[in-house]
């Protein structure tokens, strides 16, 4: 360590993953360097890209003001603080949760997921989350996936996106199910409702990536960070000339496809916290009791109601559909109102 500018004690540095706080000032020898490249060479424990990670992630500040950008120049007398937060477990706890299961056998598992519940424990998601409840649910049953007893999680559907999804439970679904995925052979459909008036059939092909002036928005992008992305919408109803219940299949699966492709188009989804900004101007075209339903449903309207696949080990065609949850069928018995 560099006398010059130490870490916080000047005693042996406490394990970078415990969960501490970390302080330097920059000396004049270091002045000039990435802020990234000066903090891994003085925590030798932590990896540039896990700084890079931290940084991004928020939790470095200079002279108490936050900093999420590396590749920051640091300057002599520069003082920063990076906090580095316990490491999440090494694998998911096993928690028992009720959930909706549709089918299971010793391969696989279809459940019908409510809105609000994670998928994968994350930071501020270690817990309570679907794999958690896999894990309490089928315990001993799991065969074992890249040598451990894990659900092989395929596919993905958004925190307050309701609706189906398919698990593995041994290796020989998990690959199964990974390569139908992958050679879009799934039949899947989801239920949404969108602002305004969207044609009988169209479709949207925009690649998609992460938004560059925000990145926990994804957006249609152009350039080599875009990855083809295609959904096709075919309309349903018609609500008032302002609300659009349409059905929508992926021909990919793309991270938030069907959302960021009609916000795009200017069709947001009703409550979509990211992707609805501003009130849509096709409110106004609502009754009093339907816009307050509208605009003050407090999730994307977004429900995977059909799922279809071939069985990892029988070769039966297995298809289920799922009616959308209640506070979707509430919003859609409001719109349908004329007073």
């Not at 598992?109 to 270690?126: Q, S, W």
């Not at 065969?143 to 559907?157: D, S």
């Amino acid at each position: 360590m560099n006398d010059a500018s130490p870490l916080s004690p000047s005693v042996p540095p406490p394990r970078p993953e415990s969960g501490e706080h970390h302080s330097l000032t920059v000396s004049d020898a270091q002045s000039g360097q990435r802020i990234d490249r000066l903090l891994a060479e003085t925590l030798p424990g932590l990896s540039r890209s896990r700084i890079k990670a931290l940084i991004e992630g928020g939790h470095l500040t200079c002279s108490g003001v936050l900093l999420r950008e590396p590749a920051h120049v640091a300057r002599t007398g520069m003082a920063f603080a990076l906090t580095v937060p316990p490491a999440a477990p090494a694998r998911p706890e096993a928690e028992h949760h009720d959930l909706p299961i549709l089918f299971e056998d010793r391969d696989l598992i279809v459940i019908d997921k409510p809105a609000g519940l994670v998928v994968h424990p994350a930071p501020g998601n270690e817990s309570g989350t679907l794999v958690n409840a896999l894990l309490g649910h089928c315990g001993e049953d799991l065969e074992g996936i890249g040598g451990e007893k894990r659900p092989g999680i395929v596919h993905r559907l958004d925190k307050d996106t309701s609706g189906l999804m398919v698990a593995a439970k041994t290796p020989l679904a998990h690959q199964a199910l990974s390569n139908a995925f992958a050679a879009r052979t799934i039949d899947r459909a989801y239920l949404a409702l969108a602002w305004g008036v969207l044609p009988a059939e169209t479709e949207f092909d925009g690649p998609i990536g992460r938004d560059r002036r925000d990145r926990k928005r994804m957006a249609v992008v152009t350039g080599p960070t875009g990855k083809h992305a295609l959904t096709r919408v075919r309309r349903l109803d018609l609500l008032h000339h302002a609300v659009s219940l349409v059905e929508c299949r992926l021909a990919t699966g793309r991270t938030h496809q069907i959302r960021v492709h009609l916000s795009h188009a200017g069709h947001p989804l009703l409550g979509d916290p990211v992707y609805l900004r501003r009130i849509p101007a096709a409110a106004r075209a609502l009754p009093a009791i339907a816009r307050a339903a509208a605009l003050d449903f407090p999730r994307q309207a977004l429900h995977a109601a059909r799922l279809g696949f071939t069985h990892p080990r029988t070769g039966e065609a297995l298809l289920f559909t799922s009616e959308p949850p209640a506070d979707f069928r509430a919003l859609l018995t409001a719109l349908q109102r004329e007073d």
